[in-house]
T-cell receptor, first 111, second 125 residues
Framework: QKEVEQDPGPLSVPEGAIVSLNCTYS??????FMWYRQYSRKGPELLMY????GNKEDGRFTAQVDKSSKYISLFIRDSQPSDSATYLC???????????FGKGTMLLVSP | GAVVSQHPSRVICKSGTSVKIECRSL??????MFWYRQFPKKSLMLMAT?????????EQGVEKDKFLINHASLTLSTLTVTSAHPEDSSFYIC?????????????????????FGPGTRLLVL
C-alpha cells in the first residue's frame, strides 16, 4: 500500500462547478497537510496548508483534514478555466523534513 | 512572500558536459533545500535534501557523484549534473523550507512548508 493515494484523473468539470479533490494516506504520524497546484512545465505552487484535523478556507479554496479517516480534501468553488492544472497533495510529520506527495490529480475546467 | 528562483529555466547541452543549476530563496532564509526530478506526467521524485553548511542527503538510487549538491548559504543551493547523458534529460525543481522564525502556530506552520522554484528543463543531446 502506498503511503499517499490520489486519483490521477483527469477530472473534467464545466466552469462554475464545485470541485472536490481528495487524498488518502496510511501514516498516522502525518500532521502537516498541504495542497500544491502545478501548471504544465512550472514548479508547484503552495495553495493551502493545515495542521492536524479541521478546515481551512482561503477565497474559493477550502481544505479539510480528517485524521481519524486519514483523508484530506480540497474544494474549489466557482471553478474557472484558469484552475486547470495538476493538484498535488503533500504531507509530513514533525520528525522529518521531507514531504510525501500524492501523484497529483489533473483538473480540466472547460469554459 | 516565499519566492524561490531557479536559473537557468532551460538548458540544452551536449552529452558529457556538466550543467549547474542554481536555486535561490529571494525573500527568506532556507536552512533546508530540496532537489526534485519530474518526468512528464509523473509526480515529483525527491533526489536529495541539503542543509546549509552540511553535506546533502541523497535518496536511494540517486548517484551523489553524478548529482553534486552544494548549499553554501542560507539563500543558495546548486545542483551540478556532471558528465550529463541523454537519460539525465528531465525537469529539475528545487524547493526551500524557511528557517526558524517567529513564535506562534502561524509561523510554526510556515516553517513546515516547502516553497518551489519554477523548475529547470534540461535536455542533453
Amino acid at each position: 500500500q502506498k503511503e499517499v493515494e490520489q486519483d490521477p484523473g483527469p477530472l473534467s468539470v464545466p466552469e462554475g462547478a464545485i470541485v472536490s479533490l481528495n487524498c488518502t494516506y496510511s501514516n498516522s504520524a502525518f500532521q502537516y497537510f498541504m495542497w500544491y497546484r502545478q501548471y504544465s512545465r512550472k514548479g508547484p505552487e503552495l495553495l493551502m496548508y493545515t495542521y492536524s484535523s479541521g478546515n481551512k478556507e482561503d477565497g474559493r479554496f477550502t481544505a479539510q483534514v480528517d485524521k481519524s479517516s486519514k483523508y484530506i480534501s480540497l474544494f474549489i468553488r466557482d471553478s474557472q478555466p484558469s484552475d486547470s492544472a495538476t493538484y498535488l497533495c503533500a504531507m509530513k510529520d514533525s520528525g522529518y523534513s521531507t514531504l510525501t506527495f500524492g501523484k497529483g490529480t489533473m483538473l480540466l475546467v472547460s469554459p | 512572500g516565499a519566492v524561490v528562483s531557479q536559473h537557468p529555466s532551460r538548458v540544452i547541452c551536449k552529452s558529457g558536459t556538466s550543467v549547474k543549476i542554481e536555486c535561490r530563496s529571494l525573500d527568506f532564509q532556507a536552512t533546508t533545500m530540496f532537489w526534485y526530478r519530474q518526468f512528464p506526467k509523473k509526480s515529483l521524485m525527491l533526489m536529495a535534501t541539503s542543509n546549509e553548511g552540511s553535506k546533502a542527503t541523497y535518496e536511494q538510487g540517486v548517484e551523489k557523484d553524478k548529482f553534486l549538491i552544494n548549499h553554501a548559504s542560507l539563500t543558495l543551493s546548486t545542483l551540478t549534473v556532471t558528465s550529463a547523458h541523454p537519460e539525465d534529460s528531465s525537469f529539475y525543481i528545487c524547493s526551500a523550507s524557511p528557517g526558524t522564525g517567529g513564535t506562534g502556530p502561524a509561523e510554526w506552520m510556515y516553517q513546515e512548508t516547502q516553497y518551489f522554484g519554477p523548475g529547470t528543463r534540461l535536455l542533453v543531446l
